[in-house]
């Protein structure tokens, strides 16, 4: 048996649900922090009108008998919040109402169940409503239990409320994630390329963001622009990523000796930037986003930018993750188009090296 609030709730099933205090009342209060549109919002601009309004509530703990307990509630501002409320309770009994898998109970304390009688139809008529030992639901009755006051010692018949059972089956995860992949069998490196000097890093950086800062410029950048916007967007990606030991000069190098490589080694293939894969393989989904894919009409390539500036070829664990990874996009890219994926290349633009991968029988 589990107890949770309402809101813990959400997503959850049991084969019975039972819901209680339903005889609990609206609460709502105009004091306190609310948020609130001063107008319309705009989709260009959706926090423009959005403000934070505070009301602080002047008598401490004395919550009654103060005049204000009285006229508060009903002003503009306290109908508003007591709708707000009741709304909010409205989501909360649908999240109760479909948890059950089976069965639902209502436990009804004998006093008025407030909060379900919030629950009404268009015509301002309760949904649900129990009276005389029945409990009507949609047009449907339903006879309502009582506990016994005494210990009934005869058994309940078998099976009253749950499902037959039945075998459990065992599946693989419903979500396959590239990124965290790695490869069994044979992963070797079969050429490597430098394409340019190993850029100098100052200090101690942090390589996770010096990664998504390369990531980032090396999706965006286009070497026919002017030099001078290059740098000032390396220099706002560098600052926005925290990695201020590297100079934007270096993410402009880079980005010219990648695309010379590309140009020298595939002409003028597509080049596909930050290309998101998703594609159902059996029972299973596979889903992620290529650094870069290159299309020649015929077959695919794909490249992973990685900034770990060591050499792949020594580095069993990142090897075999990347092998694992691009092993996945393959396999979607040939389930969705019916091509090939002919090369697999790691970019690493701090060690200035493009290395190129084969995967020999991994799965």
């Known amino acids: 048996m589990q107890v949770l609030t309402y809101h813990q709730a959400k997503g ?3 084969p019975i649900t039972v ?4 005889e609990s009342k609206a609460k709502g209060s105009p004091f306190g922090i609310v948020a609130e549109d001063e107008s319309p919002p705009d989709w260009r601009a959706p926090l423009a009108a959005r403000v934070l ?3 602080p509530w002047p008598y401490g703990e004395q919550q009654v008998g103060v005049g204000l307990d009285v006229s508060a509630p009903a002003s503009p501002q306290g109908i508003e919040a007591l709708a707000a409320e009741r709304l909010e309770r409205t989501r909360l009994l649908y999240v109760g109402m479909t948890r059950p898998r089976d069965h639902l109970v209502f436990a009804l304390t004998g006093q008025p169940a407030e909060w379900l009688d919030e629950l009404t139809g268009d015509d301002g008529a309760p949904l649900v409503a129990a009276s005389s030992g029945v409990v009507s639901v949609g047009g449907r009755r339903f006879e309502v239990r ?3 006051p005494a210990c009934d010692s005869t058994p309940p018949a078998a099976g009253e409320f749950v499902r037959p059972l039945f075998e459990r089956t065992a599946h693989p995860p419903l979500r396959l994630r590239p990124s965290a992949t790695a490869a069994d069998g044979i992963v070797a ?3 490597t390329i430098s394409v340019g000097p190993r850029i100098a890093l100052v200090g101690d950086p942090d390589l996770q963001a010096l990664g998504e800062a390369f990531h980032r410029f090396l999706a965006c950048d286009d070497p026919s622009i002017d030099p001078q916007t290059r740098r000032e967007v390396a220099t706002d990606m560098l600052s926005r990523w925290g990695a201020l030991q590297v100079n934007p000069n270096y993410l402009v190098a880079v980005s010219d000796r990648f695309h010379s490589f590309l140009s020298g080694r595939f ?3 597509a080049r596909l930037r930050e290309w998101p894969v998703h594609a159902a393989v059996g029972m299973q989904t596979i889903g992620g986003r ?3 894919l290159i299309d020649d009409g015929n077959g695919f390539v794909v490249i992973d930018h990685k900034s770990f500036p060591g050499s792949m070829a020594l580095d069993e664990s990142r090897l075999r993750s990347f092998a694992g990874q691009v092993a996945l996009y393959s396999r979607a890219l040939e389930e969705v188009t019916g091509r090939l994926c002919r090369e697999f290349w790691v970019h690493q633009p701090v060690a200035g090296v493009m290395t ?3 995967l020999l029988g991994a799965q």
Not at 19 to 22: C, I, K, R, T
């Open 356 to 358: 190129r991968v084969e």
């Open 146 to 148: 009582t506990p016994s």
């Open 189 to 191: 490196v079969v050429e």
């Open 12 to 14: 959850l099933e049991w």
């Open 290 to 292: 290529i650094d870069l």
């Open 19 to 22: 819901l209680v205090e339903l």
């Open 53 to 55: 309004r505070y009301w």
């Open 267 to 269: 002409g003028d293939s």
